[in-house]
């Protein structure tokens, strides 16, 4: 099955960047999309940006203009690079994938996969 595994949080000031990473593992096939989602204490988990299999990508308003969402195939890894940090964005961050299709062989797949998040605090 999928396992993602997330890197590259941290703390950082405010304005400062970063750069997270999730590695996927080996069972890459028939992934339709994949994004990143965050969770502020006390919030529910919501939607960073996504990127889908031919390139798509969608940002939260929020975020817009500052980070961006990108994919190396041959690495099997995603990136989320975070610049002109806020204090707004500290959260856990966690990467996701769906993996499935409307042809063969990816029409058996219909599964939704989860990283274990990591954390980025920004300072004011």
């Known amino acids: 099955q999928v396992q993602l595994v997330e890197s590259g949080g941290g703390s950082v000031q405010a304005g400062g960047s970063l750069r997270l990473s999730c590695a996927i593992s080996?069972?890459?096939?028939?992934?339709?999309?994949m994004g990143w989602y965050r969770q502020a204490p006390g919030k529910g988990r919501q939607l960073v940006a996504t990127?889908?299999?031919?390139?798509?990508?969608n940002y939260a308003d929020s975020v817009k203009g500052r980070f961006t969402i990108s994919r190396d195939d041959a690495k099997n890894t995603l990136y989320l690079q975070m610049n002109s940090l806020k204090p707004e964005d500290t959260a856990v961050y966690y990467c996701n994938a769906q993996q499935g299709g409307s042809s063969w062989p990816c029409i058996r797949y219909g599964s939704d996969y989860w990283g274990q998040g990591t954390q980025v605090t920004v300072s004011s």
């Open positions: 990127i889908t299999s031919s390139g798509n990508t």
């Open positions: 080996r069972d890459t096939i028939c992934i339709s999309a």
